[in-house]
Each structure stands twice: as C-alpha cells, then as structure tokens.
C-alpha cells in the first residue's frame, strides 16, 4: 500500500494514479491523515503542492517519524520537504519554472539510473535547492542539463527518494518508468 | 454571417411571437444549430442547503424524452462553497447563486425547425423589452488598484503560492437590455461553441462561452480546455496559428499546466489508466477567432455521485488559476465583489445522468436594472499589469459593443 498525502495540489490525483498502475493507492490531505492506514503502508508519497515546505510542519513531523521505516517518495514540493528536513535550504529561484518542459541528466551519484542518462520532464517550480549542499545520506542524482539546477535526490540506504520535476506530468517522457525503479528498489 | 443568417432569418411565426413574448426561455449553441428550452415547469433556485437535495434528485427520475433534463447554471459562489470555500470578504449583489429549470419544449433550430413540446399551444403574452442605457459603462476596479493586485500575485507567484492566477474585473452600467437582440447580434459576431442566452422575468444572461468543461455521455467524460487565443486576421490560417502557439512559450506553459490540473480533475472521479489525452494541442477554427485547446477524456468510477463529479471538475481551472484551493483563496482575498456568474457554469444535466457544462465567460448578466460584464486575465511573471489589464478590456469588447 502507497500512501499520498495531498496538499490540496491540483496534481495530485495524476500522481495517485501514477503509483496506481504499480500498488493500491491511499491518498488524504495533510491535514486529515489516517494514521492507521498510514502504519500499515509500505510507502509514503509527500504529494506536490503550493508553498514552501516550512507551511507544512505537519508532514516535515511524519518524515521525521518514518524516515528509515518506510520508503519515503517526495514530488516537487515533497522533494523540497525532504531537503528542508535534511538542512536543506529551499530558495526562491530568479527563473521560475511552471509548465516547462527540460531535459534532466543522471549525475553519476544515482544507484538506481544510468549515470549521463537524460530524461525530458515537466516541471512547476518557483522554488530550489540552494547549493552548496552537503549531507552525508542524500545525493544530488539528476540535474537540469541548461542550469545545473539540482532535480533529483537518492539515500538508497533510508529509501529516501525526491523529485523536483513531475514524473506524472504529461511533459514527462518515461515518467512511469522512473517511478517503476524507484518503487522496485 | 452567412450562418448567421440562416438561423437568425430563418422565419417562423411561432418562434418570433415566442421572442417578443415574456415567456422565460433558454437559446443554447449545439453543435449544427441552437436549442430553446422554453415552457419551464419547474424552476429550482439553489442555495448551499438544496442543492445536495438536488443533485440525489437525479437519482430517482428516469429519462424517457428529450425534455427530460435540468437546465442552468452554478454561480462562481455556489462552487467555491461547495468544495469548502467561504467567500466572506466580498460585496454581495443578492443574485442567485444558481438556478436550473425544467423545460416542457425544446425548438431545435437547424437547417429547419423542429419542435419538440407537450405546450406549442400555450397563449403567448407579448411584451417587447427595449433596449434603455442609462449611465455609461464604469469598472470596479481602477488601474492603480489592478497593478496592486497584479503584484501583490505576482510575488505569490515567485514564493511558489501559485503558479498562475486570474484577476476578474468588472464593467457595469444601468441598463435594460433585450437579451434576444443582444444574442443574436453576438452570434453574428462570435458564434462561440458554447454560447447561450438565458432570459427570465427578473434577470437575463447573454454568454459567447468558448469552452466545455464537462462533457458526459454514459460513463465518459471529456473536457476541452482552452489556453490560448488568437484573432484572425489575413495571411493567418490554421496551421500558421498552430505554429504561433507552439512557438509561444507563455502559451505553451499556460496551456501545459492546464492539461495537467484537468488531467488530475479527471482523475479524481474516473478509473485509474482510464484518464488519457485524447487530442493534444490542436487549433480549432472559429469565425473569429483560434483557439488552442487539447481534449482529455476518461472513464468514471461506477455509480460516481453527481456532486463529486461537479466538485472535481467546478469551477473550471482553465479561469481560476493552479492549484486551484490555494489560488481560489488568495483570489477570493484579493477580490472585493462577488464574482455572480463569472466563472460559474451553465449546461444541462439529463435523467440519465449524461450532462454538458461550460465554464461562463464573456457574459452580460442584466439584474434589477444594471448590467454587469466582467473579464479575467492571467497573472504571469513575463507579462505586466497594463498588458494583461488591456486585455481584459479587449475580451469585454465585443460585448460592450451591443449597447451603442
């Protein structure tokens, strides 16, 4: 079992149909989670949304929780609340991305992709990672191939999984795919 | 104007004493003609208390001919409601937040007239509205106050709130208008897809509605979204406009993030793997205008109830902005007055559940002696607030024009 926890983004049900093609899917705002459910899933899926990641101590609590007892899946705002929980900075970016389509390229960090491999994505971000960022569990593991920008972490031994783009956009090409390894891994 | 003429010209004495009459009645753009819906039975004016009421209704009435359907509209109010939004901020014009009707006689008008109706013989009374204008067109909100607002979203926009938002104002006059007049002359000049006119006793609307939000027939669904519009001029064709939209990137990423957010409206209410783009990124020919639009369909849920469905789709994310709960509340912050109409949706639910719904735009709506157009534009980072407040201007447009 998946559980989604929505909040309140206007993706989100993309992104529950996405992990429903591989598993049954549970989805609830951040506000309103069922904990029983949520105990007894295998994998937690932090859904996109607006804001920033500090607007959410409620889910920045259940990462903390489960980090390292479930799989944990976080998708553009989710990925971001990843980082935040990992010091992490997240900053507003000179160039907004919302609706672009980029190609992304496998650093060679990545246990899961083949290193220099690109993909083409959607993306909806006004936010980013700041850099220099050092942690001793996550790795950078895709980059933006024109601006370098970070767009995909890996701590494969918490399986801990993020995305700043939107595997689930149509603007992603083999979008199912990269979801399929992260959830077999 | 050659289709124009044929249905406006297309003479028929139980038609025009039907037009010069006070009998309340419905004109809605099919896809080879019009429909009236006139001879209503039943009229339900929805409140946030009946209209649970009314969508279970559906469920115990059965569909045996064409009359047996409910038409109307949503207010923008009434939807925002619905999914758990207060607009408490806002001044109030007491218009209803929604009606639906049920007709008694359809009048199809296509290459003849065909009527439909239990009632053809009802006495008509004749009562022929003028046009009277009495105060010149004024708007609710001022340039100074339109830039605040613009930027004000824009930083919202930048500090990741929302990805894109649309700012509503509003033309208002006091006036009596004749809403028959006024469609037909609007249908001679944009003959939208999804245009009606609606007249009662106490208010009428007149809408070149381009966009279908809901389309159901059995248990598919379709929505056509619309992000994108070019006016024709000479040396532009179809495939030229094609080429403009794909070539332009504010275009594009509009219409990208619109595809997702009803992707993922569909996907609420239908099965999973069943919510699929249809058609992607097409131009459709209008005797105006071109739009850009991409058809998305899917299965629903079986025995989905009537309310979800509405609730997924409404309001349409195509004039509200993404993601929708967020954007709608910084809207419904930012915005002093009621929306009414705008933005609401008019269509019909059949007996057997099948519905079409639009989302209303470029609408007059006439109340109590005023009439009110109202316009939106979208908040985007590479534009500025006196282009995107021109081109509320240049959307009200043609509408204004009916009243000189």
Known sequence: MIYVIDHQDSFTWNVVHQFRKFDKVYCSNYFNVDYKILNSSETIVLSPGPGAPKDYPQTSKIYKNFKGKKKII???????????????????????????????????????????????????????????????????????????????????????????????????????????????? | MKDYKKYKFKFNPYLESLYQSDEPLIIYKVENGYNIYTHFSKKIILTNRNINKFFKSFNKKKYNKETDLMIGFFGYDLLCNLIGLKTVNQKKSNFYKGIFYKPETIIKIRDNIKIVSKLKHKKLKISFQKTQVSSPFKMNIKFPKYQKIFDYFSRKIRQGETYQIKICTKYRNKSKINPINFFWKLMKVNASPEAFMIRDKDYSIVSCSPETLINKKGSNIFTKPIAGTLKKNNGLDKKKALKFFKNNIKETKEHNMIVDMERSDLSKICKPGTVKIFKKKFVEEYKHLYHYVTLVKGQLINKIDLKDIIKSMMPGGSVIGCPKIRTLELLNNQENEDRNIYTGSFGFIKYNKDMRFNIIIRSILNYKNFSEISAASGVVLDSTAKKEFNENYIKAKSLLELYK
């Open chain 1, 74 to 185: 976080g998708i553009c705002l989710g990925y971001q609340q990843i980082l935040h929980n990992e010091k992490g900075k997240i900053i507003q970016q000179k160039n907004i991305y919302h609706g672009y389509q980029s190609k992304v390229k496998v650093t060679n960090k990545s246990k899961i992709f083949k290193k220099n491999k690109t993909f083409k994505v959607g993306r909806y971000h006004s936010l980013k990672l700041r850099e220099p960022f050092n942690s001793n569990s996550l790795s950078i593991t895709m980059r933006c191939s024109k601006t370098n920008i970070p767009m995909a972490i890996e701590d494969t031994k918490n399986k801990i999984y993020g995305f700043q783009f939107h595997p689930e956009s149509f603007l992603t090409e083999n979008g199912d795919f990269i979801i399929k390894k992260i959830l077999s891994n």
